[in-house]
Structures are given as structure tokens and as C-alpha cells.
């Protein structure tokens, strides 16, 4: 199956910024549909991004204009910019890929994005 890995969680303050970052074995990003989700404790998982692969991109209305996904030239590399960051998007943010393939199934630990008040 295909191992991901996330990184670039903290924790900052209110108002301020994170840049998360998503690689993957053995794939390329770019061939592929990729999301970030998260969940906080007690809650759904939620979908906070995805990046098509013409690149086109959605956010959820809760982190529009604040979340930005985005993909390296080499598509190695999936990120979420995360600025202007509030208390309620505390959570372990996960990367990944929107397949049907039960081979890309398969979810990272995910990375913790604490935000102080």
C-alpha cells in the first residue's frame, strides 16, 4: 500500500500561520486526485482541500480564504498553507488520495495543528 507521511503540525496562536506538507511512496501526486482532511477529537473526519490533477483546487467553506492546497512542479510534494488560523481548526490534519484503488487507501498518522486562543 501506498505510505504517507505529514508533517509541518505545531502549535502557534490565534491569527497565525502553518504550512503543512504531504509526500507519498511510491507514487506521484500529480497523477492523482489528493485531499487534506481532519479530525478533532470527538468528531467527524472532515474534507478541507482537495487538489484535482489539473490542478484546479476546492476548499471548504470553513477555510476559504485562509487554506491554501497546492502542488510542488515535480509533484512530489502536496501542501496546505494554513494562515490566519483560529482555535477551531485544532486538529490532526491528514493528507489523502481520492481513489477507488485499494492500494492509495490506506491513511498517514497524520500531523497535530494546535491553535491557542
Known amino acids: 500500500q501506498v505510505h504517507i507521511v505529514e508533517s509541518g503540525g505545531g502549535l502557534v496562536q490565534a491569527g497565525g500561520s502553518l504550512r503543512l506538507s504531504c509526500v507519498a511512496s511510491?507514487?506521484?501526486?500529480?497523477?492523482?486526485?489528493i485531499s487534506w482532511y481532519r479530525q478533532a477529537p470527538g468528531e467527524r473526519r472532515e474534507l478541507v482541500a482537495t487538489i484535482s490533477i489539473d490542478d484546479s483546487t476546492k476548499h471548504a467553506k470553513s477555510v476559504k480564504g485562509r487554506f491554501r492546497i497546492s502542488r510542488d512542479n515535480a509533484g512530489n510534494v502536496v501542501a496546505l498553507q494554513m494562515n490566519s488560523l483560529k482555535p477551531e481548526d485544532s486538529a490532526v490534519y491528514y493528507c489523502h488520495v481520492e481513489s477507488d484503488d485499494p492500494f492509495y487507501g490506506a491513511w498517514g498518522q497524520g500531523t497535530q495543528v494546535t491553535v491557542s486562543s
Open positions: 511510491p507514487m506521484i501526486f500529480s497523477d492523482y486526485e
